[in-house]
């Protein structure tokens, strides 16, 4: 999480909000990483004014020489994120059904795949419990074949 790539996209999908930035500004920090705007975003409180501190990390990022991902690419992030987390067993698939949701950005087969298997997220309450591991089982599956491909930002 410390990577400033990481950062980047998670603030775009909205993983992390403009008042977590100064934090995230000092993980960064701590990782090795710096410039005058990093050291000054991770000085600033959470209470600073949001416009600021966004202002701050995109000549952060700048400095860092890190571009801000376009929607489409952060989305397609995330997908791999929770893929690869589901996998790892740090989020369920319900989890990801969450964070997931239907017309996000696809370029894939197996981006496509995931997002279908992951469905709609209120359809889960009316699964029976034999349909309900029926779909945890195909959302793994799709998990697993989307971990195995390249994560759309370099890092």
Known sequence: MDQPVTIAWQYVVGLIFPEDLPM???????????????????????RTDTEETAALFEGT?????????????????????????????????????????????CLTAPEYAFVQAVGEEYYLDHLSPEDFRTWENAVRLAAEALARTAFPLAR
């Open 24 to 46: 995230a500004a000092a993980h960064v920090l701590a990782a090795g990483y710096d410039s005058p705007s990093l050291r000054d975003l991770a000085g600033r409180s959470r």
């Open 61 to 105: 990022t700048n400095e860092l020489g890190v571009r801000i991902p376009d929607d489409e690419t952060a989305e397609r992030c995330l997908l791999h994120h929770m893929a690869t987390r589901l996998c790892t067993g740090a989020v369920s698939p319900r989890d990801a059904a969450a964070r997931v949701w239907q017309g996000i950005a």
